[in-house]
């Protein structure tokens, strides 16, 4: 009765059984493939799993949770609807009115963050005016200033 055996890849030395209990040949101590497939495979895992910013979310599910976070954001907030007050065409502006309780916390939450983000809007708008107008100043500068030089 003959046991198959399983040979080194790399020196082709027949293992036996205590051989292939270890991590390398014995011989020539390349690792046993099925070691390096398994360690490839923790390597993966390990990579996966890695919080290198250690905010507690493995960096590989961190896109995952940012778009779930997003998406509660768009629920919670309304940004595309108004969940909490069905389309009135008499109230098309849900006028605060009606709604009771959270609901019109959570709207003026909304509406603080609405407006928060349009004067950031603004603020970035107004700084881009401004560089605008600079360089066109300096342009303009330096325009008059080469034609004084050439002239
Ligand atoms: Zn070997």
Not at 12 to 37: Q, V
Not at 42 to 65: H, S, W, Y
Not at 104 to 124: D, E, G, P, S
């Amino acid at each position: 009765m003959t046991v198959p055996t399983v040979s080194c890849t790399n020196c082709g030395k027949n293992f036996t059984t205590d051989d292939l209990r270890g991590t390398n040949c014995r011989y020539c101590g390349t690792l046993f493939a099925h070691h390096a497939r398994a360690a490839q495979q923790v390597a993966v895992v390990n990579q996966m799993l890695a919080d290198r910013n250690g905010n507690g979310i493995p960096d590989a599910f961190e896109g995952i949770v940012a778009n779930a976070q997003a998406n509660a954001m768009n629920q919670a907030f309304g940004m595309n609807a108004n969940p909490y007050t069905p389309y009135n065409p008499y109230n098309p502006h849900g006028q605060p009115g009606p709604m009771m309780g959270p609901a019109i916390q959570i709207h003026n939450a909304h509406m603080q963050q609405v407006a928060h983000a349009t004067r950031t809007a603004n603020k970035t708008v107004t700084i881009a005016i401004v560089a605008a107008v600079l360089v066109i100043m300096l342009s303009f500068g330096i325009g008059i200033a080469s034609m004084l030089l050439v002239g």
